[in-house]
């Protein structure tokens, strides 16, 4: 059999072999190895990679309660409940809030107020003033149209600092219990900060990249990953499956028409809760992989094959294998006795 019959056997069995593999594996077999393989790895990777936000968003928060908390211990600041003002204790607190704003992304200001939650004693909002005197600040009171309920950002005496998520302006609030000079609790220091300085710290540890947004779900929590023709309905839809906590496992979500689904992974962060969504495609074992993989079973028989068909070596071959050792036999021979030749031999 020649190396071209050989070829040509090879090639038809290894067509019919991989014609069988297909039909095999579109019947079942890539099924089971999306299900028992890829689909785990996937999820796998999401979740180290949503772990790895959840613990980057609770070091930026703890970082922002300890930098606010050593702003509020200042004495300039526990003297700014004194109806007149010392301008040593003014510049004091401009210079303080200045340098905070500088070292904290997405600063947006503070407001002290107090224990009823009504009167505002010290605001860097300029909407908050109602009246300035040259030592002497009347702001509003607080409550107005636009601003979140008091019950829901109050601190009481000796609580712990907390940070809310403020889903409408798209920003955190982080809450301390303050106390005046003498120690007396006088009502709750409140610093926002916009959502844009996590977003800039997750991005410089490299978990997001710079096209991805965070997106604020209600007051609930923060997803990434929000795709641009989400509606209210999607949010609601999101914020229906974090009403009883961030599940352990992936939630598939609703879509809309023309859209493809998406799987919604969450885990409770600081302020609420952290999700990310993900295409459902990204669990499937992809067309490409599947082509790739019956090209290579296809050429993995097509090498047995031939190779099965060489190991028998051809008669024809073996025989003039031979007849060119005797050759090459009798010349050494004619050589080493100098011309002489046995004619029997």
């Known amino acids: 059999m020649t190396v071209g019959q050989k070829a040509s056997i090879s090639l038809l069995a290894s067509t019919i072999l991989a014609a069988a593999f297909a039909v095999v594996s579109y019947s079942g077999l890539f099924r089971a190895i999306e299900t028992g393989f890829y689909d785990p790895r996937a999820r796998r990777e999401v979740d180290a990679s949503l772990d790895a936000i959840a613990a980057a968003e609770a070091s930026y928060q703890a970082v922002l309660l300890e930098r606010f908390s050593a702003v509020i211990s200042m004495d300039s600041f526990r003297r700014s409940f004194l109806s007149n003002q010392a301008f040593e204790d003014s510049q004091a607190r401009l210079n303080a809030l200045g340098l905070l704003a500088e070292r904290t992304t997405g600063f947006r200001g503070a407001r002290f ?8 004693h010290f605001s860097t909002f300029p909407a908050d003033i109602a009246k300035e005197e040259p030592l002497r600040i009347v702001y509003r009171d607080y409550g107005n ?13 000796g609580a ?5 998520l403020l889903g409408g302006s798209r920003e955190f609030v982080y809450r301390f219990p303050f106390s005046d000079g003498l120690g007396v609790h006088r009502g709750t220091a409140l610093f926002y900060v916009s959502l844009q300085g996590m977003l800039e710290h997750l991005v410089r540890e490299r978990l997001v990249g710079l096209g991805d947004d965070l997106a604020a779900v209600g007051d609930d929590g923060l997803l ?3 795709p641009a ?22 939630l598939p979500v609703g879509q809309s028409a023309g859209s493809e689904a998406f799987v919604l ?3 409770r962060a600081t302020a609420g809760v952290m999700g990310r969504l993900v295409p459902a495609s990204f669990f499937e074992f992809p067309e490409p992989l599947r082509w790739l993989m019956l090209a290579a079973f296809f050429v993995t028989a097509y090498l047995a094959c031939f190779l099965v068909l060489n190991l028998r070596q051809d008669r024809m071959a073996v025989l003039a294998a031979k007849i060119r050792r005797l050759q090459l036999g009798l010349v050494e021979e004619y050589l080493d006795r100098k011309g002489g030749l046995d004619p029997v031999r």
């Open 229 to 250: 023709w989400a509606g209210p309905d999607f949010s609601a839809r999101v914020s229906e499956l974090w009403s009883s906590g961030p599940n352990a496992e992936p």
């Open 145 to 157: 149209e636009g601003d979140p309920a008091w019950s829901a950002l109050g601190v009481s005496e």
């Open 265 to 267: 992974f969450s885990r």
């Open 224 to 226: 990434i990953g929000l």
């Open 160 to 164: 712990a600092p907390a940070v809310n």
């Open 113 to 120: 107020v107090d224990l009823d939650g009504k009167r505002i």
